[in-house]
């Protein structure tokens, strides 16, 4: 067992150094076994309610807001090989312990940086249900389905009647309708396409909704993080520079830059996509100035659930019949998934090149 391992990978991905450190109902949760994960999932309102006096007649048609959701497991791993010569120039136990963690950390790399990728971006959809204005799960090497990343969970595009998450029914176990009551809003984020960023005024006002809009419900709490392309990470640096600026110091001192406007803490990720210039505009990968943007996350509604044995979890150095080497892996087994998507929300098409 290598501990810094683990502090390795938080480091790198500043994401899941949030779900493991700074979320609260939410966050990173451990489990064990299994071969698919069942949790409780709040999708819709209770339409049969009815003002009455006396002897009305009430509304008997059931309804059905709660459903049971199933995740898969998605596992991911990478090897990590000694030679026999790396083994006989780093000669015994003290030799071994000073190679071992150097190999790890360098398989650990690129690993990290895929995670990274899983977790966040994800890949942008072709045709069908997958447009090229969304983004979706990517496919491993294997034909295996990746982790579902942020940019899938919560879309830019949004609104009861436009079957908009028809391809999450495989997911949730939920088939949204083409029409269907206003109930259903239950399970759209929210998402805010710029169009006042001629003015710092207008871009806080805009932060403030999009903010406002995410804190909605009986649970009245708001994001705790903002999740940020560099441009506008800057855009807020410049727009509040007047006025006073919150730094979240466990946050600092883990090496993030980061400020805290009221309840949310914003840090850079260099994995946040373009979501375009508008709702019908393709995605890309590759944050633009013009075109920046946020996600506005409530972890108490997001879940990173792993595999207690393997998180990040090096397995025992075996040695091969027609190699003279050993070799060890680093084992990820987990689940993204989002319980409650209201509360969350995308900020898009900030122009990054406000100036007064």
């Not at 090096?314 to 091969?320: D, H, I, L």
Request: proline share 4%; with cysteine.
């Amino acid at each position: 067992m290598y501990p810094d391992i683990i502090d390795q990978v938080h480091r790198e991905v500043p994401y899941l150094w949030w779900m493991s450190n700074r979320a609260r109902a939410g966050g990173l949760m451990f489990e064990r076994g299994g071969t698919k994960l069942k949790f409780d999932i709040v999708h819709a309102e209770n339409t049969n309610r009815t003002a009455y006096y006396g002897f009305d007649n009430l509304t008997p048609a059931d309804t059905d807001e709660v459903t049971a959701g199933f995740e898969n497991w998605v596992s991911n791993a990478t090897m990590v090989a000694i030679s026999l010569d790396d083994i006989l120039e780093n000669y015994g136990p003290e030799g071994m312990m000073k190679i071992a963690p150097v190999k790890y950390q360098i398989a650990l790399m690129g690993l990290t940086g895929d995670i990274h990728r899983q977790l966040v971006q994800g890949v942008v959809g072709t045709a069908g249900a997958a447009p090229g204005d969304r983004c979706v799960a990517g496919t491993s090497a294997t034909g295996r389905t990746e982790l579902l990343p942020l940019s899938f969970l919560i879309q830019k595009t949004t609104g009861a009647g436009t079957n908009i998450y028809s391809n999450l029914d495989d997911i949730h176990s939920i088939r949204q309708p083409t029409t269907g009551p206003a109930g259903q809003a239950f399970w759209y984020n929210q998402s805010l396409l710029s169009t006042r960023s001629g003015s710092f005024a207008g871009f806080r006002a805009e932060m403030r909704n999009i903010t406002h809009m995410c804190s909605q419900g009986s649970t009245n709490d708001a994001p705790d993080l903002g999740l940020c392309d560099q441009f506008y990470y800057e855009l807020i640096e410049a727009a509040v520079d007047a006025q006073r600026q919150y730094m979240d110091v466990p946050t600092t001192d883990m090496g993030f830059d980061n400020i805290k406007l009221g309840p949310t803490t914003f840090l850079i990720d260099q994995r946040v996509p373009n979501w375009g210039a508008n709702a019908a505009a393709d995605m890309t990968l590759t944050p633009a100035i013009g075109n920046c943007g946020a996600f506005y996350l409530n972890t108490n509604w997001l879940q990173l659930v792993v595999h207690e044995l393997a998180y990040f979890q090096p397995t025992p150095w075996v040695e091969t019949i027609d190699q003279t080497a050993i070799y060890s892996k680093i084992t990820l087994k987990a689940s993204h998934r989002i319980t409650q998507r209201r509360k969350h929300g995308v900020h898009y098409a900030v122009v990054g090149t406000t100036s007064t």
